[in-house]
């Protein structure tokens, strides 16, 4: 089959190219997604994380800090289960299930 006879889908190309790629949907990934659309550029944001819809999927963000078991602190068994995301601000209470798991994919 010769180029000239391949059937290619013109649209695809079009609906898969983008002025902008931002790679994590964090705080700083998240403004730079907001700062770039909001210019008129074509945006597409790649996240490894697991989806999360606002609110619902926010285990902690109804309670009020006293509501903590932990008072925000991590536990023990957390930072063991973590240990380098305890190094940092990251050891948080209202967070910790939200890090990968450092066993199933070593970050160090």
Same mark, same amino acid.
């Given at each position: 089959?010769?180029? %000239?006879?391949? #059937?290619? #889908?013109? &649209?695809?190309?079009a609906?898969?190219?983008? %002025? $902008?790629?931002?790679?994590?949907?964090?705080?700083?990934g998240?403004?730079? $997604?907001?700062?770039?659309?909001?210019?008129?550029?074509?945006?597409?944001?790649?996240e490894?994380?697991? #989806?999360?819809?606002?609110? &619902? %999927?926010? &285990?902690s963000? $109804?309670? %009020?800090?006293?509501?903590?078991?932990?008072?925000?602190?991590?536990?023990?068994?957390?930072?063991?289960?973590?240990?380098?995301i305890?190094?940092?601000?990251?050891?948080?209470?209202p967070?910790?299930d939200?890090? $990968?798991?450092?066993?199933d994919?070593?970050?160090?």
């Open positions: 089959m010769s180029a %000239d006879t391949v #059937n290619v #889908n013109g &649209k695809a190309k609906n898969n190219t983008y %002025d $902008a790629i931002v790679i994590g949907s964090g705080i700083s998240g403004w730079a $997604a907001k700062e770039l659309t909001g210019r008129g550029l074509k945006t597409i944001m790649l490894r994380g697991r #989806n999360f819809e606002h609110l &619902k %999927d926010y &285990k963000a $109804a309670k %009020d800090p006293w509501e903590f078991e932990h008072r925000g602190s991590a536990t023990q068994a957390e930072r063991k289960e973590r240990p380098v305890s190094r940092g601000w990251g050891a948080y209470e967070i910790m939200y890090w $990968a798991n450092e066993q994919a070593p970050i160090y």
